[in-house]
C-alpha cells in the first residue's frame, strides 16, 4: 500500500531502472492506474536515474494525446519515487508480434499511422520533444488491436536549436539511428523517423534490425508487400538523416496514400487540430509535488547510495556534499535574505551553521557574498557555471571549496572593491547551462566568468560563448579540443595525455602487457581518453586486447567482467572520472575474483574516494599534475591554509578552481572589465599558480605528473616512470 491510496496488485514489467506495477486506487474503487517506481541500488548510477525520471513526469504533466498515457500523480515514498499513469491494457508490440508473428501491412501501417501521429504531437510543442526510443517494447496494442499507444518517456528530451549535441547518448541497438552514437550530432525529428521505421520493419518480418546501418531493407523479407510501403519503411531507415523524410508530417502523407490504396474503405486518422498540439500548462499540484520530492529525494536518496557497502571513512575526511543537500533549506533563506539585501541577517542567520561546518563551500560563499555586500562598496561580480545537482553534482560541488578559498585571499586584499561569486547550477543538464550562459552573457556587468567545471559541459556550451564573445575559464577542461574549439573559450587544465602516458607507463613497468580499456558509450572524453590510452600503452609494448563499452544502464558490469576474465588481461584503463562510478566497477570486479590492476582518470586526493573505500579498493590508480604535500612555497602555503579552513586536503580539482578564480579576476582588472580585452589577455597570458606554469589558451602541458595508489581510504603518492 502505498500513500494510504495505491494498492499493489502485481508486477506488469521489470527494467534496468525501474518497475511497473498493476495498482488499485482505493479512493476511486474500481479504477486501476500503472505505477512506476525508480528502482536502483547502485550508487554511481542513481543519480542519472533520478533526473531521467523526474524528467519522465516533468514531460508528462504537460502532454495529452490519445496515443499517450496520461499522468495522474507523482509522490516520493521513502528513498523512492512513483509516477501513477493511465494503465493501457494490451501487449506490447514486442511480445505480440514474438507470440503471433508478423502483423498483416494494413495493421502495420495503421499502428505506424497513430505513432507517426504522437510523435508529430510531440514535435510540434512549443518546446519540441524528441521521444528517442521508440521500439517494440515501448508500443501497447490496445482496444482488440484497434489501437496503439506509445508509453516511457525515460530517453525523450526537449530539442534545442541551438545545440550541437545530445546531453546523453543513450537508445537500443537496431532501433537508434547512427546519429544517436555518433556524439557529434544532435537527434531531430528525422531521429524518430527513423525509430518508428525500425519499428515497422520488425511488426512486418519478425526480425529486429541489424545495428550495421543501410543493411535493412524489408523487401529482402516480405515480398508481398506494396511498393510504397517498402519504400516508406527503407526511406525511414535510411542511415543519413537528410536522405529521410524531413518530418513526421511528410511521413503521415506517405502513409496515408498507401493506406488508402490497401484499405480503401478504412477511416484514414485524421491530424487533429493544430490548436492540441500547444503546451499546456502542469497542473499547480504536480509542479509544487515534483519541486519536494527533488528536494527530498537529493537529500534522502544521497544519504543511502553514499553509505551503501562502505566501511566509515578516516576521520579526516569530511562529506562536504552530504552537508551541502542536507541544509538546502537553510541556506535558500539566507539566499532569500541575500535576495532582499538584508545582507547583515544573512550573516546572522548562517553564521553559527557555517562555524560548525566550514567545510560546506556554498554556504562559505553565500557569507561572504553578503560580507562583500555589507561593507556598502561597490563590488565586482564573478558568475560561476557548475553542476550542483543530478549525475554531475558531487564532481561540480569539488570546485567550490577552492573558489571560496580564492575569494577570501581577494577580499582580504581588495577591500575597496571585493568579489562576490555567483554560483548557477545547471542540475547536470547541458540544456539548463546554455539557457544560464545566455544570461549571464546579456548582463553589462558580467564581464567574464567560471566553469563549466568539466569538458563534455565545456564543449557543450563554446559555440554560443564564442557568439555571445563572453569569455568562460574551465577549471577541469582537459580535453585536447578544447584549446581548439573557440577564441572566448579557457581552460586552466593542460591535456590530460600526461596523465595518461604515466598510467600507461607505470603499467608496463610492472610487466603488465595485456590490457582492457573500458569506453563511457555516451561519452566524448571517455573515449579520447581510452584512445590515448592505447596509444601510449602499445607505443612503450603493451597490447590492448580488449575494448569494450559501458554505459548508466549497466549496473552490475556483468558483461564487461565476463570480457574482461575471457580475454586474460593483466591490466585496465577505465576511461572515466566519476569516483563513485569507478569504485562500483572495481568491487564487482574483485567480487568476480579478478585482482587485475584497475587504472583511472578519478583524480585523486579528493574526499569522495576516500570516503567510498572499502578493502576492494585498495591499489586503484591515479594520475595528476598536483600534489597537496609538494614542498614549493606556493603549494605548501595553499594546502596549509585550505586545510585550516576546511579541514581535509586540497586536490586536483580544488586547486585548479583556486587558479581559475585567480586567472579570471586579474585578467578582469587589467581589462578594465572589456570582455574583447579579457579574451586577448587570457590567450596569450601564462599565469604561475598553484597548480603550476599554465597558459589558459594553449593546453601546452607544462606541468609534471604524478602517480597515486589508493591504500587504506587514503592517497600515496608513487615514483613517476622514467
Request: some cysteine.
Amino acid at each position: 500500500m502505498l500513500q494510504q491510496r495505491y494498492k499493489i496488485l502485481s508486477v506488469l514489467g521489470r527494467g534496468g531502472m525501474g518497475v511497473v506495477y498493476l495498482c488499485e486506487d482505493l479512493r476511486l474503487p474500481g479504477k486501476r492506474w500503472a505505477l512506476k517506481e525508480m528502482l536502483c541500488s547502485d550508487p554511481a548510477l542513481a543519480a542519472q536515474a533520478r533526473e531521467s525520471f523526474e524528467q519522465e513526469a516533468a514531460m508528462l504533466s504537460t502532454l495529452r494525446h490519445r496515443q499517450l498515457p496520461e499522468l495522474i500523480d507523482y509522490f516520493v515514498d521513502g528513498d523512492r519515487q512513483y509516477l501513477v499513469m493511465e494503465y493501457v491494457e494490451g501487449p506490447e508490440l514486442l511480445h505480440l508480434v514474438q507470440k503471433d508473428g508478423p502483423v498483416s501491412e494494413a495493421d502495420a501501417l495503421r499502428w505506424g499511422l497513430e505513432i507517426a501521429l504522437v510523435l508529430d504531437y510531440l514535435h510540434g510543442q512549443e518546446r519540441p520533444i524528441i521521444y528517442r526510443d521508440l521500439k517494440p517494447m515501448n508500443v501497447i496494442v490496445c482496444d482488440g488491436g484497434r489501437h496503439v499507444k506509445l508509453v516511457d518517456f525515460g530517453l525523450a528530451r526537449y530539442y534545442r536549436p541551438d545545440k550541437r549535441r545530445d546531453t546523453h547518448a543513450s537508445g537500443s541497438a537496431g532501433y537508434a539511428p547512427p546519429e544517436l552514437w555518433e556524439d557529434l550530432h544532435q537527434t531531430d525529428a528525422r531521429s524518430d523517423v527513423y525509430s518508428l521505421g525500425a519499428t515497422l520493419y520488425f511488426a512486418l518480418t519478425g526480425k529486429h534490425p541489424s545495428p550495421n546501418y543501410g543493411t535493412n531493407h524489408i523487401d529482402q523479407h516480405r515480398r508481398d508487400l506494396s511498393s510504397a510501403t517498402v519504400a516508406i519503411v527503407n526511406r525511414c531507415l535510411e542511415p543519413e538523416p537528410r536522405d529521410r523524410y524531413a518530418n513526421t508530417g511528410d511521413l503521415i502523407a506517405a502513409m496515408r496514400s498507401a493506406l488508402e490504396v490497401i484499405e480503401p474503405r478504412a477511416t484514414v486518422l485524421r491530424r487533429r487540430d493544430r490548436r492540441e498540439r500547444r503546451r499546456r500548462q502542469a497542473p499547480i499540484w504536480l509542479a509544487g509535488m515534483l519541486a519536494l520530492a527533488t528536494v527530498a529525494v537529493l537529500s534522502g536518496l544521497f544519504l543511502l547510495m553514499a553509505r551503501m557497502g562502505q566501511e566509515k571513512p578516516p576521520p579526516e575526511i569530511h562529506d562536504a556534499y552530504e552537508r551541502f543537500l542536507t541544509t538546502s533549506a537553510l541556506r535558500e533563506a539566507g539566499q532569500a535574505l541575500y535576495d532582499q539585501g538584508q545582507y547583515d541577517k544573512v550573516l546572522q542567520t548562517l553564521g553559527s551553521e557555517a562555524t560548525n561546518h566550514p567545510e560546506e563551500a556554498a554556504l562559505g560563499i553565500l557569507l561572504e557574498n553578503a560580507r562583500a555586500h555589507s561593507q556598502g562598496r561597490k563590488v565586482l561580480r564573478l558568475p560561476v557555471l557548475t553542476s550542483l545537482t543530478g549525475s554531475a553534482g558531487r564532481d561540480g560541488y569539488q570546485i567550490l571549496h577552492g573558489l571560496l578559498l580564492a575569494q577570501r585571499h581577494y577580499n582580504a586584499a581588495h577591500p575597496d572593491r571585493p568579489a562576490v561569486l555567483e554560483v548557477l547550477d545547471d542540475g547536470s543538464l547541458v540544456d539548463r547551462g546554455l539557457e544560464q550562459a545566455q544570461q549571464i552573457s546579456q548582463q553589462s556587468e558580467y564581464s567574464a566568468g567560471i566553469g563549466p567545471f568539466d569538458s563534455q559541459r565545456t564543449m557543450a556550451l563554446a559555440p554560443f560563448l564564442n557568439v555571445a564573445n563572453f569569455p568562460m575559464v574551465s577549471p577541469l577542461a582537459s580535453d585536447p579540443r578544447v584549446a581548439s574549439i573557440g577564441p572566448y573559450v579557457f581552460t586552466v587544465a593542460d591535456t590530460h595525455k600526461k596523465r595518461i602516458e604515466a598510467l600507461a607507463a607505470r603499467s608496463v613497468q610492472l610487466g603488465l602487457k595485456r590490457a582492457a580499456v573500458m569506453v563511457d558509450e555516451e561519452s566524448r572524453l571517455s573515449a579520447s581518453l581510452a584512445q590515448e590510452f592505447q596509444q601510449q600503452f602499445e607505443a612503450q609494448g603493451g597490447k590492448v586486447v580488449l575494448s569494450i563499452t559501458f554505459n548508466l544502464a549497466d549496473p552490475d558490469f556483468s558483461r564487461q567482467i565476463r570480457a574482461i576474465k575471457t580475454s586474460q588481461t593483466d591490466c585496465i584503463f577505465l576511461a572515466d572520472y566519476r569516483a563513485t562510478l569507478v569504485a562500483a566497477f572495481t568491487r564487482k570486479l574483485r567480487q568476480a575474483g579478478l585482482r587485475t590492476l584497475v587504472a583511472c582518470h578519478v583524480a585523486p586526493y579528493n574526499s569522495t574516494l576516500a570516503e567510498l573505500w572499502t578493502p576492494e579498493l585498495d591499489g586503484l590508480l591515479m594520475s595528476t599534475p598536483f600534489d597537496p604535500d609538494s614542498p614549493t612555497p606556493e603549494v605548501s602555503r595553499f594546502s596549509s591554509e585550505f586545510q585550516k579552513l576546511f579541514n581535509f586536503k586540497p586536490g586536483h580539482r580544488e586547486a585548479a578552481a583556486y587558479d581559475a578564480f585567480n586567472v579570471t579576476i586579474q585578467a578582469v582588472e587589467r581589462s578594465e572589465g572589456d570582455r574583447a580585452r579579457i579574451r586577448a589577455d587570457l590567450a596569450t597570458l601564462t599565469f604561475q599558480g598553484v597548480t603550476g606554469s599554465f597558459s589558459p589558451g594553449h593546453q601546452n602541458g607544462q606541468r609534471p605528473v604524478f602517480l597515486v595508489e589508493l591504500r587504506q581510504g587514503a592517497y600515496l603518492r608513487l615514483p613517476s616512470p622514467e
